[in-house]
């Protein structure tokens, strides 16, 4: 069924087929995993070429700072998909600064660590962000994590304030002296 392949693809696997044969008789003892069927040059376009993506990046930017900035450039654009939806930068950026101003009334300072009990959600991510903003550091609290371990967690690292949701604030212990609720303050 030739019509399944483009013209070209069928020229590369010739090139492939041909530079396998030609190396097989160059080295009849090597056993055929160890042969190249890429030619030296196609090789090297796609180590080499197709993989140099560094990109250079504001060295004196936070995260926060970044993410701002982009937020401003393009507030429309979307940052995220999940499960058929989507967030814009402004949406996730103005719900971040709004957590981080929340946490900041709460007490929260640059030093100061935070609790991230959250499922993978685009909550999580204005979560991570709003704490970031709020000069503080996170900590991520896995609400799969028997209740055991996520007490070990808060104290082990002095946490006094997380963030959360209403759906999943019932499975987080007692330890959490000041519980953010997301969807809710």
């Known amino acids: 069924r030739s019509d399944l392949f483009e013209q070209t693809s069928m020229r590369r696997m010739l090139g492939h087929f041909e530079n396998l044969l030609n190396a097989a008789l160059q080295n009849p003892d090597a056993r055929i995993a160890e042969l190249p069927m890429m030619s030296a040059e196609e090789r090297q376009q796609i180590l080499v070429h197709s993989n140099t993506t560094s990109a250079e990046y504001p060295r004196d930017l936070t995260i926060p700072q970044a993410f701002e900035n982009q937020a401003q450039r393009t ?5 995220l998909l999940f499960e058929g939806r989507s967030w814009t ?3 996730i950026n103005e719900n971040a600064n709004r957590l981080a101003r ?7 300072a ?48 002095g946490l006094s ?3 959360t949701s209403s759906a999943i604030k019932h499975r987080l212990p007692g330890e ?8 809710e303050d």
Request: aromatic content about 4%; cysteine-free.
């Open 110 to 157: 640059p030093g100061s660590l935070v609790g991230i009990f959250l499922d993978r959600s685009p909550e999580m991510v204005v979560a991570l962000m709003g704490v970031l903003k709020a000069g503080a550091a996170y900590v991520p609290l896995d609400p799969a994590h028997p209740l055991e371990r996520i007490s070990l967690l808060l104290q082990d690292a």
């Open 161 to 163: 304030s997380v963030v």
């Open 89 to 91: 930068y402004r949406e």
């Open 176 to 183: 959490a002296h000041q519980v953010v609720i997301l969807d």
């Open 75 to 79: 507030p429309e654009a979307t940052a």
């Open 102 to 108: 929340t946490l900041a009334k709460r007490g929260i």
